[in-house]
C-alpha cells in the first residue's frame, strides 16, 4: 500500500481540482494549493508563459481566463513519486481548444507548484505518428506532381505571388528550430540568414570554439544527435548539423539575406518588411514576425578613452576568429567570460602571448563537475532511468524562476566544497572568483545578465600556470599608442586588442530594424527583475520578452542555447498557430517591462 499512496494522493487532489474547476468554484480551486504557491503555464490557461505567485494570483487568473479555457479531463499518467514529503505526479488534460500536460508538487496534501503546458491545437496537431503525409497519392494522374515538384513550387512562390504568414529573422539555431516547427504546424514562414550558409553562424567563429553544454543538453526538435555524437560538440559540426536540418526539415531558407527595415501597419495587421536578398531588395507582407537574431542583440560597442591613439588591432570578439595572426605577438583580452576565456586559449594555443583583462569577478564551474552534479538529468544515466531529453525539459520548465535560486545555491555549495582546491590555486594565481552576488552561480547569472561565468574547459589551468596573464582588479584608464594605461599607473604593452565585452540586448536589433520607439517600447529581454546588479525589473516571474506577447501586437522574440530554443520554440509557434487559425487568444498577464 505504502508504494501506492503518492499516486492515491496525486489523484485525490487532482479530482478535487477538476471539481473546483467544473463547478467554477475558485475559492475552492485556489483553496487546493498551500500559501507559498505557484503556478507556472505556458499557454493552456493564459495563452501567455507566466508564473502566479500565491493563492491570491492564481484566483485572480481563473477569474478571468477559466470561463473560456473549459479546462477538463485531467488523468494522472504514470506513478507518482515522493521524496523528503514532496508528492511528484505527471497528469494530461483538455481545454476549449488544446490538449495539454503537466506535472503537480505536492506538499501536506496540498499543491506546492503546479505547471501546465500545451501540446496540441484540436484539429491543428502536428502530423505525425500515425498521422504523418503519406508521401505519394497513389492514383495514376497525368497532371502528377511529385514531392520535389511541390517543394520546387513552394519554394518559387513563397514571398512571391504568395506571402509567408510568419518571418523569421535569424536563422542560426534558434530560427531554424522555430523554423521546423512551424513547418510542422503547416504555418507558411521564411527564415532569413545573413550569411551564405545555414550554420555558418557557428563556422564563422573562433576555431576552437565548441559547445560546454552536453549533447544530451542539445538536441534539436524532431532530429536527435545520434548516439556517436561527441559530448561537446565542435563548431564546424554544429554548422554541418544545422546545414543538414534544414535540407531534411524543409525550410524555406533564405541565405545572404538581410532585413533593411520593417513596419507595421495597426489597422490592417501586417508587417512591411523589405529584405536585401543578395542584392535584390524584396517587400514581405507577413502577419507576424520573431526576431530570433541569436541569445543577444548588437555587439556591445568598444568604447574606450583613448582608441583612436592605439596603433595596434583594436576588435570585437564577434570579429574574432582566429588567433594565427597574433602569432609571436603581445595580446590583451579585454573580459573574463566564456568568450574571454576561450579566445585566450586559441590566442595562447596559437602561439600569442596573452593578458586577460578582469574587470569584474567570474562564477567559474569545471566542466566535469558541472556534468555530474548539474546535469544530472541530461546524461546517459538519465536516459538508462526513462528520463528523455523531452522529459528532462519539462522537469526544468516546471521549476518557477522564483524557487530555482535556493536549489542552485545549494548546488553551488557542493561545487565549492567538491573544487576548494581548484578555487584556490585560481585565487592565488589573481584571478578574481565569485558565485553571484546572492551565491547562485552560474545559471542564474545566465537569466539574470548574461554574463559573468565560464564553464573551464582549460582556460583556467593557463592562468593558474601563469601562461595566460592575468590584471585584475584595477579599471582601464584609457589606450594609448603602445597598448593599455590602467587607473594605477601601470601599462601594459599590446599588439592586439581583444574585446570581448559582449552584447546589447535583442530590442537594440528591432531598433535597427523597425524604429527606436517600438525597441523602447517592448523594452530589453531575458532578465528576472531580481534585484541583482544589472537585472532590472519589475520580478514577473519570467525571463522579459522570451517566447510569448510582447508590447508590440505581432512581434516576437525567440532565442537561447539549444536547448531553450528547442523547448520554447514550440510555444511560439503554436501561439502563431493559433492566431493563424482564428483561434481566439486572450492574453493574461502584464506584458514585460510593465509595471504591475
Known amino acids: 500500500m505504502l508504494e501506492i499512496a503518492p499516486s492515491q494522493q496525486a489523484a485525490a487532489w487532482l479530482g478535487a481540482f477538476d471539481k473546483a474547476l467544473e463547478a467554477g468554484d475558485i475559492a475552492a480551486a485556489a483553496n487546493l494549493f498551500v500559501d507559498d504557491c505557484y503556478w507556472r503555464d505556458l499557454l493552456t490557461f493564459t495563452w501567455n508563459v507566466t508564473t502566479m505567485e500565491g493563492r491570491e494570483a492564481i484566483a485572480d487568473m481563473l477569474k478571468a481566463t477559466l470561463a473560456a479555457t473549459r479546462p477538463a479531463r485531467w488523468q494522472l499518467t504514470g506513478e507518482a513519486t515522493s521524496d523528503e514529503g514532496i508528492i511528484e505526479a505527471w497528469f494530461t488534460f483538455e481545454t476549449a481548444v488544446a490538449s495539454g500536460q503537466g506535472i503537480m508538487r505536492l506538499r501536506d496534501g496540498r499543491c506546492r507548484t503546479l ?13 505525425k505518428g500515425a498521422t504523418r503525409p503519406l508521401g505519394v497519392r497513389h492514383k495514376a494522374d497525368p497532371e502528377r506532381e511529385i514531392w520535389s515538384e511541390a517543394r520546387a513550387r513552394e519554394t518559387r512562390e ?25 513547418r510542422q504546424l503547416g504555418v507558411p514562414s521564411i527564415v532569413i540568414e545573413k550569411n ?40 564546424d559540426k554544429m ?14 531558407y533564405w541565405v545572404a539575406t538581410r532585413c533593411v527595415g520593417a513596419s507595421y501597419d495597426e489597422a490592417e495587421k501586417v508587417w512591411t518588411v523589405v529584405v536585401d536578398r543578395v542584392g535584390q531588395h524584396i517587400t514581405l507582407k507577413p502577419k507576424h514576425i520573431v526576431f530570433a537574431t541569436g541569445a543577444y542583440g548588437p555587439a556591445r560597442p ?41 579566445v585566450c586559449v586559441d590566442l595562447w594555443e596559437s602561439g600569442a602571448e596573452v593578458t586577460m583583462i578582469q574587470r569584474s569577478p567570474t562564477t567559474v564551474v569545471k566542466s566535469d563537475t558541472l556534468m555530474e552534479v548539474g546535469f544530472e538529468i541530461f546524461s546517459e544515466n538519465a536516459l538508462a532511468r526513462g528520463i528523455t531529453t523531452e522529459k528532462a525539459d519539462m522537469i526544468v520548465a516546471s521549476t518557477p524562476f522564483a524557487l530555482v535560486p535556493k536549489g542552485q545555491r545549494a548546488l553551488y555549495d557542493v561545487i565549492r566544497t567538491r573544487d576548494a582546491a581548484f578555487y584556490e590555486r585560481l585565487a592565488a594565481a589573481g584571478f578574481a572568483l565569485d558565485f553571484g552576488d546572492d551565491e547562485t552561480g552560474l545559471l542564474m547569472k545566465a537569466y539574470r545578465t548574461g554574463s559573468g561565468y565560464y564553464i573551464d574547459v582549460g582556460a583556467s589551468d593557463l592562468i593558474i600556470d601563469g601562461k595566460i596573464g592575468i590584471r585584475s582588479g584595477v579599471a582601464i584608464k584609457s589606450l594609448t599608442v603602445k597598448g593599455i594605461l590602467f587607473e594605477d599607473g601601470s601599462e601594459l604593452e599590446a599588439d592586439a586588442i581583444i574585446a570581448c ?30 534585484g541583482v546588479k544589472g537585472d532590472p525589473g519589475p520580478w514577473q516571474g519570467e525571463l522579459r520578452n522570451m517566447w510569448k506577447p510582447t508590447a508590440q501586437e505581432a512581434l516576437w522574440f525567440h532565442g537561447g542555447n539549444l536547448a531553450l530554443s528547442r523547448f520554447y ?8 498557430k493559433a492566431r493563424m487559425e482564428g483561434i481566439d487568444t486572450p492574453v493574461y498577464g502584464a506584458v514585460s517591462n510593465a509595471r504591475r
Open 115 to 127: 505547471f501546465t503546458a500545451m501540446t496540441d491545437l484540436k484539429g491543428f496537431e502536428e502530423r
Open 501 to 530: 565585452t559582449g552584447y546589447q540586448s535583442m530590442n537594440e536589433t528591432v531598433a535597427q530594424i523597425v524604429s527606436r520607439e517600438v525597441a523602447d517600447r517592448v523594452g530589453p529581454c531575458w532578465g528576472l527583475g531580481s
Open 239 to 252: 554548422g554541418d548539423w544545422l546545414e543538414m536540418y534544414t535540407r531534411v526539415m524543409e525550410l524555406n
Open 158 to 182: 513563397l514571398g512571391a505571388s504568395e506571402q509567408p504568414y510568419c518571418l523569421v529573422i535569424g536563422g542560426g539555431q534558434g530560427g531554424i528550430m522555430l523554423g521546423a516547427r512551424l
Open 196 to 235: 551564405a550558409r545555414p550554420g555558418d553562424s557557428w563556422r564563422k567563429r573562433y576555431r576552437t570554439l565548441v559547445l560546454h553544454d552536453p549533447v544530451w543538453y542539445d538536441h534539436l526538435p524532431y532530429i536527435p544527435f545520434p548516439d556517436n555524437w561527441p559530448v561537446f560538440t565542435p563548431k
Open 302 to 342: 568598444i568604447d574606450l578613452p583613448g582608441a583612436g591613439d592605439f596603433k595596434g588591432e583594436l576588435l570585437h570578439s564577434s570579429q574574432y576568429s582566429s588567433g594565427e595572426k597574433f602569432r609571436g605577438k603581445k595580446t590583451a583580452v579585454i573580459g573574463a567570460a566564456s568568450s574571454g576565456h576561450d
Open 569 to 576: 520554440s514550440k510555444y511560439v509557434a503554436l501561439q502563431i
